[in-house]
């Protein structure tokens, strides 16, 4: 018998993880969410997956999308992951009000981000409640020089190595 869904919260809290904003163009409209369900796939191809709720609104967004951005968090963007993570705030406003750049596939990729990539959608599954996401990351920057953002117990702060 499977766990409840509140003891798999719970369990999902104990996790550390780093903080992404996905960003997204839909027929020229900007979208964007804060996901900490991302990972690295493959090396050969490089590929990458982010898990998405099919409840939220910018699911269907995202999956009528080619491309998808991934601007992993510095500490410094707390504030930022937050309003990406607010149903109420207009994603397309929120991010051509930020510093960005449009990649020749028409991605939004946030500036000042710990690191940036653009991800063509080569997959897509059905995973229980959520939508897996696979993308091979076409270009991408980093600055060498900020801190991770992480989340951790339904919270948001700084990583602190021994």
Not at 9 to 28: I, P, Q, S, Y
Not at 66 to 86: E, M, V, Y
Not at 125 to 144: C, K
Request: charged fraction near 20%.
């Amino acid at each position: 018998m499977a766990v409840d869904n509140d003891l798999f919260k719970e369990l999902m809290r104990r996790f550390a993880a780093g903080v992404t904003l996905v960003t997204f163009n839909e027929n020229n409209k900007f979208g964007g969410l804060t996901v900490s369900s991302f990972c690295s796939l493959s090396m050969n191809p490089p590929l990458v997956l982010i898990c998405i709720d099919r409840k939220i609104v910018s699911h269907e967004s995202l999956k009528n999308s080619d491309t998808f951005g991934i601007n992993i968090c510095n500490s410094d963007q707390g504030k930022l992951a937050w309003d990406f993570a607010n149903s109420n705030v207009d994603k397309n406003e929120l991010i051509k009000s930020l510093p960005h750049t449009l990649t020749d596939l028409g991605t939004p990729l946030l500036e000042d981000c710990l690191a940036s990539m653009e991800c063509k959608i080569t997959e897509r599954h059905e995973g229980g409640d959520h939508t897996i996401f696979i993308g091979q990351i076409e270009n991408g920057n980093f600055d060498e020089n900020s801190k991770p953002l992480i989340y951790y117990g339904s919270g948001l702060g700084e990583f602190n190595p021994n």
